[in-house]
Structures are given as structure tokens and as C-alpha cells.
């Protein structure tokens, strides 16, 4: 299955500057995507839509990962994919250029709380976003127990039109 | 060197970005036809097109590829372009529907840019619309002749160039109430509007120009909206004034969040796909007597339009 994403070029810088911004003790900042969704031709292709930054008091210190996100947070994230029915996407950079990787991190939290979003939204997909400066990779669920897929375009619609996530 | 070496100046990485790119291209006429013969010679990869019509004699004065032993065989005019398509560059990908674009939108939501060559005015307002759902920058195309006093006429067309968050066609006065009401008090009546290759050409390679500033630009003066008005009289093409009174104007007609199938269900995603309206075409340049569409299919054709056109009203 090819899955394909599309956004905005104005709502990409928004994303950027957003998650480019420190915070007093979280190392990364992390935001959520909602995108509604259209069956394609042997894929899927994710229209993004709305971006929620997460709040400064929304992250908490963790022991094992320095700081983390709180439920507050994921309430905020669902409640804005509840109604209409929107796929959630966690989104967050590693800065650098070239094709960005998870971390193990990522990985692993992942697949704690994705899953989860099926209960209150079961008939979108949900994923996980990473940024580097020009590029993107994702990976989403298709189900609460199914394999997940790589995203295998990101267009950017703007003035150019680019298969990157980073140029203007 | 490659074929494509001439045209290097519109970056190093222009030709594989052209080859990935995929253009939709709804109605191949006189706009249509155009448009895909240029996009061909540009290397664009891959191709949607659609048009439900046969080639008649009438459209010999303007259709690129159309020639006299098409006419006598009632060719498709998809059939028309893929044959060009390939001649130019066998490696395209085409995927050709003998049909209204409207049955095939789900294969055009693919689309990277949609270019329409549609003469009807609610087909213009559907294609914008389509277009905004699933973030495509749409180029529409349109020309006309109008008799302004007896034995006199005036030559126009416009070539637009829209997108998600910018001025629609609404906005721009190309879709009207009342272009939309004339166009349904007309509906039915016998007889072609004035049509002629020469402004279609020049609308058509406006329009190819813009798709190839979307993709590969080549200078820093570009737009995510464009009107271009065509004086056909005085041979000018210059962009329309109401562009800059509606720029960066929020669009009242679309809700920029209304995008995707707001049917969409996860469960649906594994759905066997919508009955095919492909033409299935080799690569290989075949003479026109072996690729042909029957013309008693053109009845069925023609029954399936009529009714169409009442289901989209």
C-alpha cells in the first residue's frame, strides 16, 4: 500500500517554527497533526488539516526519557481528531538533513499509546511523524493490531510543489 | 546527454522530478490535447486522463493528433493522446479513461496537478472543487468567440491556476450563477461553440508553463495563483486585474478544512476498486486501424453522458 501526505506549505512553516521553539527542560518539542483521509488507487492518501502545538506545562519530566507529554495533552489531541473523525499524527523533529529515522524512543512509545486512538477514533488511521530540515519519514497503524506502513510520499502543496517536507 | 538536456536549466534534479510527476488531465480537445503533447515533450512520467468523446471532423481544426483516418474510425480521443503520449516518450506512464473525469476520481486524487480543458461551466466549478478536496493545484483552461456586432468577433480565454487556500473560480468570476443557469437553459441545444487552434495553443502552453513553475521553477517570480485573460483580438495575454483584487482574500465559497472523503472508513480501504474505464494501451505505435474504438459503443456512450449530465445538475 502506498500512503501518501499532503499539507500545506503555509501550515509545514507553522509546524517548523513550532517545533524549532525551546522549552524549558524538554529536549524535543512535539506537536499533532489531524488529516482527514481518501482512498486512492492501491493507497491511501492523508490530507492534513489542523496542526496542535503541545502547551509548555502539557510536558512532564521523566526519569528514563527526560520529559515526556502528558495525558492532558493526548486529551487535547484526540478531542480535536474526534469530531469529524480526523487521523492523529504525533509529529516531532531530529533537525540535521537527509531521511530522518525513528528513534528507539519514538519507537517504543509509539506502540504504547497509537494504538490506544483506535478506541476513540477506530476509522482512521493513526501515525507517527519525524522531521529532519528538508525531509520527513512516517510510519502509520492501520489498525489497533495490525502491522503499521511507511508513508512513501510527502508533498508539500505551495507555490512549488515538492516530494520533500523541507524546500520551499 | 539525454533528450531532455535543453531543457537543464530548470535544475539538476528536473528530470527525475518531472518523470515522478503525475498530471490529470480532464476533456482532450482543442485545451486538452494540447497540453498533453507539451507535457509529453517536457517528460512528465506519469498521466490521468480522461474524456468521454470520440474524434468527429469537427474537432480536425484543432485537436493535436487528430487526424482524418481517426475521424473515419471515431477514435477516441483518449486513444488520440495516449498514442502521442507514447510516440513522444515510450517511457510514460498513461492511464486513459473513456469516460466523464467524474468516474474516475478516485485515480485522479493522485493527481500532483490537475489541468482542465472542460468547456462547461459546472464542470469547471466541479474540477475546482474536486481539486480543493484533495489539495491539487487546478489549471483551467477556456477560450470563446463572441459575435460583438454583425461579421465582427472577439477571440478570449483565460487560463487560471488555483489551489488550496487561494481565490477559486467563483472568486474569480470564471464560475457564475448566471454563466451556470445560461449554461442550463442551453442545455441540449444542437450545435459546437466557436472553436480554433491557435488561442487554444497559446492557453494550453500558458498552462504547461505553469505547471512546470509549480514542479521545477526556474526563477523566484512565481505565484500559487495565476489569471492569465487571453485578448485574442489584440494578441495579448496579461494577468487579470481581478486577481489582485481577490489575492490573499479568504475563499467565502470552500472551507479550507473541507478536504478528504468525509466518507472515508478505515474499513473501506480494502474495497475492490471501482469497475474500470482504462483503455489498455501497449507503448507500441500501432496504426490507427488496429487501436480504434468500435462505433457502436459510442451509443452506449452517449446514453451514459446524457445520463450523467442529468445526476450532475
Not at chain 1, 503541545?54 to 519530566?61: A, F, G, I, K, S
Not at chain 2, 492511464?95 to 496537478?113: F, M, P, T, Y
Not at chain 2, 491539487?136 to 468567440?145: A, Q
Request: charged share 25%; glycine share 10%; proline share 5%.
Amino acid at each position: 500500500m502506498k500512503v501518501t501526505i499532503k499539507i500545506s506549505g503555509r501550515m509545514l512553516d507553522e509546524v517548523r517554527i513550532d517545533l524549532a521553539r525551546p522549552h524549558p527542560f524538554a529536549w524535543e518539542r512535539v506537536g499533532f497533526l489531524t488529516a482527514s483521509a481518501a482512498k486512492i488507487p492501491r493507497g491511501l492518501l492523508l490530507l492534513v488539516d489542523k496542526y496542535l502545538s503541545v502547551e509548555d506545562e502539557d510536558y512532564e519530566q521523566n526519569d528514563i526519557v527526560g520529559a515526556q507529554i502528558g495525558s492532558d495533552a493526548m486529551r487535547k489531541a484526540v478531542q480535536l481528531a474526534y469530531r469529524p473523525k480526523r487521523a492523529l499524527l504525533h509529529i516531532h523533529t531530529h533537525g540535521g538533513y537527509g531521511k530522518p529515522h525513528f528513534s528507539g524512543v519514538d519507537l517504543r512509545s509509539a506502540d504504547e499509546f497509537i494504538p490506544g486512538l483506535f478506541s476513540p477514533i477506530p476509522s482512521m488511521p493513526h501515525g507517527l511523524l519525524v522531521l529532519s530540515d528538508d525531509e520527513a519519514s512516517g510510519k502509520l497503524w492501520l489498525g489497533p493490531q495490525e502491522k503499521t506502513v511507511k508513508v512513501n510520499e510527502f508533498i508539500r502543496v505551495d507555490l512549488h510543489l515538492s516530494k520533500k517536507w523541507g524546500d520551499k | 546527454m539525454t533528450w531532455l538536456d535543453r531543457q537543464s536549466f530548470l535544475g539538476p534534479e528536473s528530470d527525475e522530478i518531472l518523470s515522478q510527476a503525475r498530471i490529470g488531465i480532464l476533456g482532450l480537445g482543442g485545451g486538452g490535447s494540447h497540453v498533453v503533447q507539451q507535457l509529453a515533450h517536457v517528460g512528465i512520467g506519469h498521466f490521468v486522463i480522461a474524456d468521454s468523446d470520440v474524434i468527429t471532423s469537427t474537432n480536425l481544426n484543432r485537436l493535436v493528433g487528430g487526424t482524418q483516418k481517426s475521424v473515419e474510425l471515431s477514435t477516441s480521443k483518449v486513444e488520440i493522446a495516449q498514442r502521442l503520449i507514447k510516440a513522444i516518450n515510450p517511457a510514460a506512464r498513461v492511464s486513459g479513461h473513456v469516460a466523464n473525469w467524474q468516474e474516475v476520481s478516485e485515480e485522479l486524487r493522485s493527481c500532483d496537478i490537475i489541468v482542465g480543458g472542460l468547456d462547461s461551466v459546472r464542470a469547471k466549478d466541479e474540477a475546482d472543487s474536486f481539486c480543493r478536496r484533495f489539495m491539487i493545484p487546478y489549471i483551467d483552461m477556456g477560450m470563446d468567440v463572441f459575435e460583438t456586432s454583425p461579421g465582427n468577433f472577439l477571440i478570449s480565454g483565460q487560463v487560471v491556476l488555483t489551489g488550496p487556500g487561494q481565490p477559486c473560480l467563483r472568486c474569480l468570476g470564471i464560475v457564475t450563477e448566471e454563466g451556470l443557469a445560461e449554461e442550463a437553459r442551453r442545455y441540449g441545444a444542437a450545435g459546437g461553440r466557436p472553436q480554433v487552434v491557435w488561442p487554444n495553443g497559446l492557453l494550453a502552453s500558458s498552462a504547461v508553463g505553469l505547471v512546470i513553475q509549480m514542479l521545477t521553477p526556474w526563477n523566484e517570480s512565481r505565484s500559487a495563483v495565476a489569471f492569465l485573460e487571453y485578448d485574442g483580438n489584440r494578441h495579448e495575454l496579461r494577468q487579470a486585474d481581478i486577481l489582485r483584487r481577490k489575492s490573499g482574500k479568504p475563499c467565502p465559497h470552500h472551507n479550507e478544512g473541507d478536504v478528504g472523503d468525509p466518507f472515508f472508513r478505515l474499513a473501506r480501504l480494502q474495497d475492490s476498486p471501482p469497475k474500470s474505464t482504462k483503455t489498455e494501451y501497449t507503448g507500441t505505435v500501432l496504426p490507427e486501424a488496429e487501436v480504434s474504438v468500435a462505433g457502436n459503443i459510442n451509443i452506449f456512450r452517449s446514453l451514459k453522458d446524457k445520463l450523467l449530465k442529468t445526476l450532475f445538475q
